[in-house]
């Protein structure tokens, strides 16, 4: 399917000139042509959009990769919709384009959860923990999941973007258990999603179902149990901060 500092920021969306007062062209913000289909802007954007993150940059480099970072999430916006890509097409225009997202957080986050996931076959589900048939696959529509979930969903995949070298290549699904609905997996897998993609693909997981009240979510990763190892600052990566908690 196809549809990302701190997830919580919000992050307007960049204006409709480039620095310095120049017009972008939109297909060479995402390093694309006009000839590009649909599938190829989904991907030139993720692409861009993991390696400009500003989580993944140095602290005296973030300025510089967030004003990126809104650039190309401005450039797919109006890319990936045909209507607003047809006008800029014609007309080279692009300002004042109403309804985009409030964030460029939201436009990576979209990106991977939007409304092309697909839901599961309906076989019945056992108890069985690696079952790719045992999963929904949800996207972020109010009747997959409560509000509160979509902050829980962005600091995973957030966490994503620093542990998996190569998820430029890679798809991400948002899985939940049919029988134990509390379990939630999100799988960086290579496509197409396959019940061996739960042996070649990166898992986290996240039950929703705190032990004690004032504990923050988080999620869990047991690619680094038993020798692997993580900075304490992509550690508290896994969790929502306190104030995204309440």
Known sequence: ??????LHLAVGAVGAMAAGGTPLDLYEVLGITASASQREVCLAYRRLALRHHPDKVPEEKRADAGSRFREIARAYEILRDERLRRRYDETGEYDGVADLPPSAYDTFFDSFFGDEARGSSGRSAD???????????????????PAY????????LNYLTL?????????????RHQRVDILYIMLAYFEPLTQTSFEDGYIIHYYDNPLQSGISPAWSDQNVL?????????????????????
């Not at 990566?237 to 306190?242: G, H, T, V």
């Open 226 to 246: 038993g020798g692997g190892k993580l900075n304490e600052a992509v550690r508290r990566q896994r969790a929502l901060s306190q104030k995204q908690f309440e």
């Open 149 to 156: 979930m979509r902050d829980i969903v962005k600091v995973g």
């Open 1 to 6: 399917f196809c549809i990302r500092c701190q």
């Open 163 to 175: 542990v998996v070298e190569d998820l430029e290549s890679r798809e991400v699904v948002f899985l």
């Open 127 to 145: 108890y069985t923990y690696y079952s790719l048939t045992n999963y929904d696959v949800l996207t972020l529509k109010e009747e997959d999941l």
